[in-house]
């Protein structure tokens, strides 16, 4: 199986500790350059900078920068997220920004919202407390949008 990610989702995930999650469901993901500036060079977040280069689990995988156009605004992590999935045929892309999201779907690709990443792990057993997860999102000021809750029970209900 093949997953690429995005920024938020690695973001969210630290930051709620289930970061590893990412492991046990997926195995790998893939994340290309601009995602690892993100978050690890481009953030104020030490402790995450220095986590995520140390999951073995996620792996920078190069592309190749060729213009693309876009039909929505884009950031460059999100741009070439979606190429990465593209070239790949990714099985998921691990995505949450709402205009990333109508460009996926756009290209034909199967997106993830974080929520539905932590759902889906708790559904398989994964994380034992969902509501306690959701808390500590609270706590660091991350909340989960009526958007995002709806394409994850979406997502969740077709797989």
Known sequence: ??????????????????????????????????????????????????????C???RVHPI??????????????EIEALILASILKADYLLLDDKRAQKEAKLQGLTFIPTIAVLLKAAKKGIIADFDAVLTELRQKNIFISHDLNLAAQNFLAHN
């Open 1 to 54: 199986m093949q997953v690429v990610s995005n920024s938020s989702p690695l973001i969210v995930l630290f930051n709620c500790g289930q970061l590893g999650i990412l492991q046990q469901l997926f195995g790998e993901v893939l994340i290309p350059e601009a995602v690892y500036q993100e978050v690890v060079h481009n953030t104020k977040n030490r402790e995450q900078s220095d986590a995520i280069p140390q």
């Open 64 to 77: 190749s920068t060729q213009p693309v156009s876009f039909s929505h605004k884009l950031d460059r992590g």
């Open 56 to 58: 073995n689990f996620i």
